[in-house]
């Protein structure tokens, strides 16, 4: 499994940090995280998914 | 427990609302002060309650709002705030609205739903970017904080939601929309009428300057963004009519109806949060000592702050069809409201529900900001705004304390959660204006005494 951000969509809300901390991190106001999901992460991984106020993240098989 | 619709259940004890459930119980002094005991009995007994007198039903748990949330197709947005025609009784106030270029009202955002929603979503997603707009205003930010506790801080004391709560988003605010300092009050009086007119109650004596006012603010608005088309500039209202290849022009009324929201929602939200925030601070034992020693912990408390006190308690939908909550239909057409001032104490998530400061909501993310399509757009504006004020008056007051000889007094209206008014005591301590800005988020520990 994938994470897939889109980039357009990102305005650094920052609510995956916030809830998935090992996941995605905001360095000098660019978005980075971690594209290959264990699965002990994919809950985190949800979370972010559903909170993102911009709906920019998704993931995929 | 689940309800069936067509057979009420008997008065449980704990259950405030009998056969004939009503607003009534949740307008109650004490009530309006604290509704969430009754939101407690209501999410056991009847989680989706009808309410006779106002013909709307109450949502009162987590999933069953996270649900309505997420279904925008099954639960329509465009009556989220107040549909009544506030100036219906109002003939002379009816004829200046009809001198308007920006009536009648267009239904954006909060009031839209997809697809014509997706359309205004984007455009206040560029113009609102926290990626640009957050980090332009900071410094902006950061310079109306210092200057509002500069207003008080040698005098040792001060009312803090007048000096500090009220004033700082809506000067915020006025940084956004680009209205000059000189206007800020213009602006709250075009806002306290705005959210009166939302409400639906506007009294019949401020009918008529309540109209004229919205004719002011349309008038600016339309003459602020035609400099922006004349004179392009990457700000707020310049984004707003910034041409997006392919796609039409936003008209007059739903950019004057955009801005609206923008004034509206960053506003009293704002307020109301920050008297909430600082109660918070100054009646739990030690806890503004631990912040002051790790000042980090900040945001993290302004997570579980939202939760706890979610400054706005509730939004409408609309059924778009019959809906069946375990049990409960809710038909076609009908209101809803959803309470996110209950679902954010639900006890499926959040054990007791009561303020932690030392809770990790990670686990299950608060819904104050709402979620999905509709999730509040400023959040992130909020969110910093927040942080940054709590951070600065925490450094140049760290030894802020309640004023006991002037009772601090909560919010007594149906569905807000703040402090109407909030009186404390520090140390005197000389003006900073002129002082280089401060870093926007110190992370400098020990900032006692700084």
């Known amino acids: 499994m994938r994470i897939v951000v889109d980039e357009k969509l990102c305005e650094l809300h920052g609510q995956c940090v916030f809830l998935a901390a090992d996941l995605f991190e905001i360095i000098d106001d660019e978005l980075v995280y971690k594209e290959t999901l264990e699965p002990e992460q994919l809950e985190r991984a949800q979370k972010a998914v559903k909170h993102c106020p911009q709906l920019a993240i998704r993931i995929v098989d | ?450």
């Not at chain 2, 009995?41 to 709307?56: H, I, K, T």
């Not at chain 2, 999730?375 to 940054?388: D, P, S």
């Open chain 2, 1 to 450: 427990m689940s309800i069936e619709a067509d057979h009420p259940v008997s008065d449980g004890p704990g259950c405030p609302f009998g056969h004939g459930a009503d607003t009534q119980t949740l307008l109650t002094e004490d009530a309006l002060k604290n509704p969430f005991p009754i939101y407690q009995a209501l999410r056991e007994e009847r989680p989706v309650a009808y309410m006779e007198d106002q013909g709307f039903w109450l949502i009162t748990r987590y999933d069953d709002c996270d649900f309505v949330l997420s279904h925008p197709e099954l639960f329509s947005s465009r009556e989220a705030v107040s549909s009544t025609n506030a100036y219906r009784n109002s003939p002379e106030a009816m004829a200046i609205l009809k001198r308007s270029k920006a009536q009648p009202r267009a239904r954006t955002l909060i009031m839209a739903d997809p697809p014509e929603h997706g359309r205004y979503r984007t455009v206040l997603q560029r113009a609102l970017s926290p990626a640009r707009t957050i980090r332009e205003l900071t410094p902006r930010m950061v310079a109306i904080i210092d200057e509002l506790i500069d207003g008080f801080c040698e005098r040792g004391a001060c009312e803090f939601v007048r000096e500090f709560a009220y004033p700082l988003p809506m000067r915020v605010v006025a940084a956004i929309l680009d209205v000059p300092d000189g206007e800020i009050d213009t602006l709250k009086t075009w806002s306290d009428d705005f959210i009166s007119v939302q409400a639906g109650n506007i009294p019949p004596d401020r009918a008529v300057s309540s109209a004229r006012h919205t004719l002011e603010f349309e008038e600016f608005v339309l003459a602020k963004l035609q400099d922006r088309r004349d004179h392009p500039k990457p700000d707020f209202m310049g984004c707003l009519v910034e041409e997006i290849p392919g796609e039409a022009p936003l008209t007059a009324p739903e950019l004057v109806n955009i801005c609206l929201q923008v004034l509206v929602g960053g506003n009293e939200t704002t307020t109301n949060f920050l008297g909430s925030a600082l109660y918070r601070l100054l009646t739990t034992p030690g806890l503004i000592d631990g912040l002051c020693q790790d000042p980090s912990r900040i945001p993290d408390l302004v997570e579980e702050i939202l939760r706890a006190d979610s400054p706005l308690q509730g939004l409408f939908r609309i059924a778009v069809e019959d809906h069946d909550f375990n049990g409960t239909i809710v038909p076609k057409g009908a209101k809803l409201m959803m309470c996110f001032g209950s679902a954010n104490r639900d006890e499926k998530y959040y054990g007791d529900g009561e303020f932690d400061p030392v809770r990790d909501n990670r686990e299950t993310m608060h819904l104050a900001f709402g979620q999905g399509i509709h999730a509040c757009a400023g959040q992130g504006f909020a969110r910093r705004e927040a942080v940054l004020a709590l951070t600065r008056l925490l450094e140049r007051l760290p030894d802020i304390s309640l004023d006991e000889t002037q009772p601090a007094a909560r919010q007594n209206l149906f569905g807000i959660r703040g402090m109407k008014e909030l009186h404390i005591r520090f140390a005197p301590s000389p003006v900073q204006s002129g002082l280089p800005a401060a870093p926007a988020q110190s992370t400098a520990p020990g900032v006692r005494g700084a």
